[in-house]
């Protein structure tokens, strides 16, 4: 393994809001892979950090991220708009509003 550590890489919760976050900034939405490259750099992870293999052979930053919007849609804070194009809900930008209130 390269890179970061698994226990390195953000937590789910930093992940989410940073997820949220981007989305609100872009009206028609980002891709799956704009979400990863953005969020990447939003995070300081380098090239060697997302090559990081979890034990199936999965890059774990992909791995991370892809449960993070797939929880992020099932509480109602993100909708899939067409094949692989993600955008933020009403209900997620009130979320992302409290979130910086704290």
């Known amino acids: 393994m390269t890179g970061r550590s698994t226990g390195d890489f953000p937590l789910a919760p930093e992940l989410e809001r940073t997820l949220l976050i981007l989305l609100s900034k872009r009206e028609f939405g980002l891709n799956t892979a704009q979400i990863l490259q953005e969020t990447a750099r939003a995070h300081s992870l380098s090239a060697e ?38 955008r933020i809900t009403n209900h997620g930008l009130k979320i992302l509003e409290e979130l910086e209130q704290i």
């Open 49 to 86: 950090n997302l090559r990081v293999k979890r034990g199936d052979g999965r890059y774990e930053f992909r791995y991370r991220l892809a449960w993070v919007r797939t929880k992020a849609k099932n509480k109602g804070l993100i909708e899939r708009t067409s094949n692989s194009v993600w």
